[in-house]
């Protein structure tokens, strides 16, 4: 009986297989704008009590702003250190699906006063597809 085999190199050409260099890059971008998001916006430019104060502002418990800073952190660590991947970007997807639901009524684009929900949106993806792709289960 001949076997069917699939040539699943990123080229499609045989040689080396660049996927996983795909997978880490994205991987890394993630574990990056998680820390940004959390250090440079949440904590040095809004600072904690106004973080605190915006997620008041929109209905959230203050005090909630604290946890989901130090998810984004601890996450985004763990995710430039490539530990627990798939179930970090898992863990995570509850904050960028709050953070659409936040930017919803801004409209789509970046541009849009406070901010579309295209980006988070983009995130969300993003997650799902470094969760699927990621080899260490």
Known sequence: MNAITLNTTATGRSGTNTTPYGVALLRIALGVMYLTHSLVLKVYTYGMDGTA?????????????????????????????????????????????????????????????NGGWEYPVFLIVASVAVMLADEKR
């Open 53 to 113: 104060k915006f997620f008041e502002s929109i209905g959230l418990p203050g005090p909630l702003a604290y946890v989901v800073v130090a998810l984004e952190v601890v996450g985004g660590i763990l995710l430039l250190a490539n530990v627990k991947v798939r179930w970090v970007a898992a863990a995570l997807l509850p904050i960028l699906l709050g953070a659409t639901w936040t930017h919803a009524g801004n409209g789509w684009v970046f541009s849009a006063p």
